[in-house]
């Protein structure tokens, strides 16, 4: 069947536009009304990468202390448990739990590190159900923990109880404890652990992905990963 006029020229119109598109010009689709400018895009990548440069390090005592410091000793401390056949255990809540089960795959399968995650289903609205929620993480540490495990919390908030409690039994069973957090600087989660990442921002797609880019950086450098080093200033 021959295509009429009208048909012919919207194929072209169509070509063209995407044509267009493909060289980085806006599509025709949302040229009417486009919701979002290149430039906004560009810096929403900015304040993410300036929030991720400004990431504080310090541990227990409020003690600062660089962020490349800090990475070297997870990577010691998970390299250690791990040759004394322990373990690192990964927790959060929403986004930080999706975090936690990705980097508990990913430090398992691409860094040779036994890592776990407290995500089962079954298991947190069972210990939900009959505990609290705000021990669903806390019960299973006090089950499964063993002194020299690596305790990785997660918490954009820094604020969960369910985190909280998870920590603070994490210290009694002898674990070495790392958090991550953001939002407000006193969040009380940010001086439990022996490492404290805290990420300034009360965004949480900011710190949610700040944490992710962390937790995988962290990996990707105990896997030897080489990346350009900036230019000097």
Request: aromatic share 6%; hydrophobic share 40%; with cysteine.
């Amino acid at each position: 069947m021959m295509k009429s006029r009208k048909m012919q020229a919207r194929d072209q119109q169509s070509r063209e536009s995407h044509s267009e598109d493909s060289s980085g010009d806006i599509h025709a689709d949302v040229a009417p009304s486009p919701l979002v400018s290149r430039k906004q895009m560009l810096g929403y990548f900015d304040v993410l990468r300036d929030a991720l440069a400004a990431t504080q390090v310090s541990d227990r005592d409020g003690h600062s202390f660089g962020q490349e410091v800090a990475a070297s000793l997870v990577i010691a401390w998970a390299r250690e448990a791990h040759a004394e056949g322990r373990k690192l255990i990964f927790i959060g809540n929403g986004g930080s739990a999706a975090i936690a089960s990705h980097m508990a795959v990913d430090y398992s399968k691409n860094g040779g590190l036994r890592a776990v995650c407290l995500n089962d289903g079954a298991m947190l609205t069972c210990l939900g159900n009959d505990l609290g929620y705000e021990q669903v993480f806390a019960r299973q540490i006090d089950l499964f923990a063993q002194p020299g495990d690596l305790l990785i919390a997660i918490s954009s908030s820094g604020r969960s109880p369910n985190i909280l409690n998870a920590v603070a039994v994490a210290e009694q069973r002898g674990c070495r404890i790392v958090t991550l957090s953001g939002f407000a600087p006193d969040n009380p989660l940010r001086s439990q652990g022996d490492i404290n990442f805290y990420l300034a921002s009360d965004q949480y797609g900011f710190v949610e992905i700040g944490h992710l880019t962390l937790c995988h950086a962290i990996l990707d450098f105990a896997c030897g990963q080489r990346v350009p080093l900036p230019a000097a200033g």
